[in-house]
């Protein structure tokens, strides 16, 4: 492959046209060459060689990586749609024929579920167009944070940090800590705007009281992979007041990990989450900043409107793999519209076909309210919602993730924000971690 090679050169311009990419449509709008120069680039910031291939002869190969020993291979395509499983296989073909040691698909679009589930197990890194904006914006930062990027990097990485890594991670019963961590945006501003909240419990929606939830004094915390939970000796009230969660840190969700080609790519919304537990209860007071609120959904199916979502794996000892099981639940808490359609909460639950089933039936209480610029979300989950018995140190997997939708009257999970730039559905692996604090 050496022969069909050539190294990467980019001019100033080219450089500084690259630095400001923001968005998945700025993307759209390259040429397949400059979607290739513009992967390379980001590639190079990282300290790799970089080299591009000639046009013809080559075998679906479009840069060529080396940093150390490690050989790997890239294949650019600058989609508007989904890039499937056939384009999967036959980049791994072109691995194995360029022995190359991984092999890694980047796209502007989005990767079909059949080509992730094919990759699973394989030295093959899908990054689609969300995943890449992201990675690029971290480039970008000053704070100088390692983007998101395919695994085999790892294998640039001296033997001793390797091995001291792998004993913090056996520690850590295997869990990943994350690295690519950025500042956190600025606090969003609750401003009460006397809308009349409403509450559901157990399902049932009633009135509470007309007075506005006043703005609770958040110190916002770094959006790390793993979360510290208070305990609160208060239960809180679920009447979607802050009050009294003063004091009990915030954690935010920057990073996007869903979205359809209906976004415009445009970051308009925040999201502070403060979560505390005691005997009873998962509590959780969320505030979001958003322009425009949209919900026409029934909890089930809240997710594609403004919505939040909470994914929790409760046994990080057990079977911490790629996939959930029944050990593994979701919940869709959804503040409704703020006139006809109530708050409410719908659990899934994870199967032994890496599916996420319906567990209808939770107890969860949940209040919401609208504000000038957002909304509020209080809930309180039962222990006994995901069969766990709480304790102080107990850790488990966790991410939060914040839904938004900007086109009223319709129903579509237009992008989703995470604590955490990894996460995937399907993967608790890619998730974050929650531990319960004395």
């Avoid at 930062?141 to 004993?167: C, D, E, K, M, Q």
């Avoid at 359809?260 to 509590?283: M, P, R």
């Amino acid at each position: 492959m050496a022969n069909n090679e050539q190294r990467l050169k980019l001019s100033k311009q080219s450089r500084e046209k690259f630095e400001s990419i923001r968005r998945i449509e700025q993307l759209q709008r390259m040429d397949p060459v400059e979607f290739e120069q513009f992967v390379g680039y980001l590639y190079q910031k990282q300290g790799f060689s970089v080299s591009t291939t000639v046009t013809s002869g080559d075998e679906g190969v479009d840069l060529v990586l080396r940093k150390g020993r490690r050989l790997g291979i890239v294949q650019c395509k600058r989609y508007a749609g989904t890039v499937g499983q056939p384009i999967v296989r036959d980049l791994y073909g072109a691995m194995m024929h360029n022995k190359a040691d991984e092999a890694v698909l980047v796209t502007s679009g989005i990767i079909s579920k059949p080509a992730e589930e094919w990759a699973k197990g394989k030295p093959i890194a899908l990054i689609d167009g969300h995943e890449l904006i992201s990675w690029a914006r971290r480039a970008q930062s000053p704070v100088g944070a390692l983007p998101n990027i395919p695994w085999f990097t790892v294998g640039a990485v001296a033997a001793g940090a390797l091995a001291l890594g792998l004993l913090i991670l056996g520690l850590l019963w295997g869990w990943r800590t994350f690295s690519d961590r950025t500042t956190t945006p600025p606090q969003p501003t609750l401003i009460a705007d006397g809308t009349k909240p409403t509450a559901t419990v157990a399902g049932t929606a009633t009135a509470v009281s007309s007075t506005p939830a006043p703005a609770a004094t958040v110190t916002i915390a770094p959006a790390p992979g793993a979360i510290q939970v208070p305990r609160l000796t208060t239960a809180p009230t679920i009447d979607g007041r802050l009050d009294e969660w003063a004091g009990i840190p915030g954690i935010t969700t920057p990073y996007v990990t869903a979205n359809v080609n209906t976004w415009d790519g445009q970051i308009d919304l925040e999201a502070t989450w403060q979560i505390g537990w005691d005997e009873q209860f998962l509590y959780l007071g969320v505030t979001v900043v958003d322009n425009i609120h949209v919900q026409t959904q029934e909890p089930k199916f809240a997710y594609q409107g403004d919505s939040l979502e909470l994914q929790l794996d409760t046994d990080l000892r057990g079977d911490y793999e790629p996939k959930v099981s029944q050990d593994d639940y979701q919940f869709i808490l959804s503040p409704g519209d703020f006139e006809k359609n109530r708050p409410g909460v719908f659990r899934f639950r994870g199967d032994d076909k890496n599916s996420m089933s319906e567990a209808p039936g939770t107890t969860t209480q949940i209040a919401a309210h609208a504000t000038s610029s957002g909304y509020v979300v209080e809930a309180a989950i039962p222990w006994a919602d995901i069969s766990t018995t709480p304790s102080a140190g107990l850790t488990l997997g966790a991410a939060l993730s914040t839904n938004d939708n900007d086109t009223p009257e319709t129903a579509v999970q237009e992008v989703m924000f995470s604590h955490v730039s990894t996460r995937k559905w399907r993967d608790p692996t890619s998730w974050g971690t929650l531990t319960l604090q004395p």
